[in-house]
């Protein structure tokens, strides 16, 4: 035996209640989540203009502090000083993450304002990752995860072997990508040849894989580094970090965030 239910047809939506809050316009900005740390001031604006409205994932959030305090404070590199061989280098291994980059390179005034509106559109200069070629300021070209560390070895043989000695090299990469081999040779060897030019920078969010007995300065320090672990939003502690090398051996900082940054 079948049975049937006959419709009654649509039903009509309940009335709104005229006190709760009016709903959300898709088209404007998601809310920014109350306990995260406020953007560094001068980068907010490109932010939130490279942002228009997207949701970014946590990661790139997690590297705008150690950027703005690299370029702010630290780096020896202007607008006017990109192609100049005295100059620091910056390397962003984490590529991913790159919307914050962008952001700080035009607070910084290395790329037009303009540029932002069309991040990732087919014929924007600024790529989902970045590009040295078509991106003022830029070092490498980055995408698959596990290069920037080696490739930031190989810059400081290079600056060293001209006689270059007062340029440093930085390099950010995120503590999954120590689950990469080349990381892990990169590091060894440049313990084992003294690059003091050198300085890591690990945004660590607790996303690795395998991890490393100690944390992850002490994948670092095993073999021959100096390292410092900080608030990865503090800005006083990464300037202080980012500034205590010794210039003999390399060294790392570690930037501690919240998990899943």
């Known amino acids: 035996m079948t049975t049937t239910t006959a419709s009654a047809g649509p039903v009509a ?31 907010a604006p490109p932010y939130e203009r ?33 192609d100049d061989p005295g100059r620091d280098r910056f390397l962003l291994s984490k590529g991913h993450a790159v919307a914050g980059y962008y952001a700080v390179l035009a607070a910084k005034g290395f790329v037009p304002a303009d540029w932002l509106d ?9 790529g989902d990752h970045p590009d040295r070629l078509l991106v003022p300021g830029v070092e490498i070209g980055s995408g698959s995860l596990g290069h920037g560390l080696g490739l930031g070895v190989g810059t400081a043989l290079g600056l060293r072997a001209q006689g270059l000695l007062t340029p440093r090299v930085h390099v950010l990469l995120g503590d999954a990508e120590l689950d990469e081999g080349s990381n892990h040779e990169a590091i060894a060897y440049a313990g084992a040849t003294g690059l003091g ?7 660590d969010n607790g ?26 939003h503090d800005h006083e502690a990464l300037h202080t970090a980012l500034t205590g090398h010794d210039n003999h051996r390399p060294h790392v900082v570690v930037a501690v965030v919240d998990q899943g940054e």
């Open 207 to 232: 996303s690795a894989t395998h991890g490393w007995p100690g944390g992850a300065a002490a994948r670092f320090t095993v073999n021959g580094w100096t390292a410092t672990t900080v608030d990865g």
């Open 118 to 126: 069309d991040q990732g559109g087919p014929d924007s200069r600024l």
């Open 50 to 82: 490279i942002r228009a409205g997207r949701e970014f994932g946590a990661n790139v959030r997690s590297t705008v502090d150690v950027l703005w305090v690299l370029y702010d404070r630290v780096l020896r590199v202007t607008p006017e000083t990109v």
């Open 13 to 43: 939506a309940p009335p709104r209640d005229p006190s709760a809050p009016p709903p959300r316009d898709p088209s404007a900005p998601p809310p920014r989540d109350p306990t995260a740390p406020p953007l560094p001031g001068p980068v």
């Open 197 to 203: 030019s050198l300085t890591a920078i690990v945004i």
